[in-house]
């Protein structure tokens, strides 16, 4: 069982940047995947960035490339999602999450693979 507390939204100007964190209670696991997703007002909830909690080729939606970096410090068992260079789309709920997995295979995009969640945190950014 693994419980999730994010931290760090809040409201920003365009170009500015912030960095989430979401810190987990209970053991995460090498294979396991770990992810930020975000959910824009009358839109699903949708998968920006994501890796293995051993850390290696990190996935990310294409409209974060660039300039959202996801990153973990297994000392602290905290997931961090850096946003940088951000804009008026990118306000949203964000929420971490984490999937279990015995063996390594490639994140999942659908929001319904991932057993543990977050309970989400408020980015706004204005002009």
């Known amino acids: 069982q693994v419980q999730l507390v994010e931290s760090g939204g809040g409201l920003v100007q365009t170009g500015g940047s912030l960095r989430l964190s979401c810190v987990a209670s209970?053991?995460?696991?090498?294979?396991?995947?770990i992810a930020w997703f975000r959910q824009a007002a009358g839109e699903e909830r949708k998968l920006i960035a994501a890796n293995t909690w051993r850390g290696g080729h990190s996935y990310y939606e294409d409209s974060v490339k660039g300039r959202f970096t996801i990153s973990r410090d297994a000392a602290k068992n905290t997931i961090y999602l850096q946003l940088n260079s951000l804009k008026r789309e990118d306000t949203a709920v964000y929420y971490c999450a984490v999937d279990p997995r015995l063996r390594y295979a490639p994140p999942d995009v659908r929001a319904a693979e991932y057993d543990y969640w977050g309970q989400g945190t408020q980015v706004t950014v204005s002009s």
């Open positions: 209970g053991t995460i696991y090498s294979n396991d995947i």
